[in-house]
């Protein structure tokens, strides 16, 4: 079964959500709701250092016609097609703001044509909670969690974070 691109799962994902009333932009990837925008970020891999930054900033680009805004990102979730190394992983649960506000997904393992995917979110985000379950029903992806190097046991860690 050929498993589909990032970017196709995502416009998959935005379709579901504006049939929920949600509000999606047809260009950028976010999703508003409640006045709050939950911000996807899609890229191969992230450096830790450009990922605290991107975390600090928060900012979302809003085009309304042809003009454009920034808004604060309430939530982003940074979709992955390479397993994050251990200290991307480190700087999530080493600051108490970024786990309350960004999901990390890898999905490395469904762009090689598996049923597995690895999730870090504890943002309590309706709209990666949503994610998540599209990601169950609609490709049969098995979400397992993504660990805390420093915490868990590398037995669990070494397969997906090496």
Same mark, same amino acid.
């Given at each position: 079964?050929?498993?589909?691109?990032?970017?196709?799962?995502?416009?998959?994902?935005?379709?579901?959500?504006?049939?929920?009333?949600?509000?999606?932009?047809?260009k950028d990837d976010w999703i508003e709701i409640r006045n709050e925008y939950h911000n996807f970020l899609w890229t191969r891999n992230i450096n830790p250092s450009s990922f605290r930054r991107i975390a600090a900033n928060r900012k979302c680009v809003v085009q309304e016609g042809l003009s454009y805004r920034v808004v604060e990102a309430?939530?982003?979730?940074?979709? !992955?097609?390479?397993?994050?190394?251990?200290? =991307?992983?480190?700087? @999530?649960?080493?600051?108490?703001?970024?786990?309350? +506000?960004? %999901?990390?997904?890898?999905?490395?393992?469904?762009?090689?044509?598996?049923?597995?995917?690895?999730?870090?979110?504890?943002?309590?985000?309706?709209?990666?909670?949503?994610?998540?379950?599209?990601?169950?029903?609609? !490709?049969?992806?098995?979400?397992?969690?993504? =660990?805390?190097?420093? @915490?868990?046991?590398?037995?669990?860690?070494?397969? +997906?974070? %090496?």
């Amino acid at each position: 079964m050929k498993m589909p691109k990032i970017w196709e799962i995502l416009e998959r994902f935005k379709d579901l959500c504006r049939s929920h009333g949600w509000k999606s932009s047809e260009k950028d990837d976010w999703i508003e709701i409640r006045n709050e925008y939950h911000n996807f970020l899609w890229t191969r891999n992230i450096n830790p250092s450009s990922f605290r930054r991107i975390a600090a900033n928060r900012k979302c680009v809003v085009q309304e016609g042809l003009s454009y805004r920034v808004v604060e990102a309430s939530y982003t979730a940074c979709l !992955l097609s390479e397993t994050p190394p251990k200290t =991307l992983v480190n700087a @999530i649960f080493e600051n108490p703001d970024f786990s309350k +506000r960004i %999901a990390l997904y890898n999905l490395s393992p469904v762009l090689e044509g598996k049923n597995l995917g690895f999730k870090l979110n504890y943002t309590g985000s309706p709209v990666f909670e949503e994610f998540e379950k599209f990601l169950r029903k609609e !490709l049969k992806v098995e979400l397992k969690p993504i =660990l805390n190097p420093e @915490i868990d046991s590398e037995k669990h860690t070494i397969t +997906r974070l %090496a």
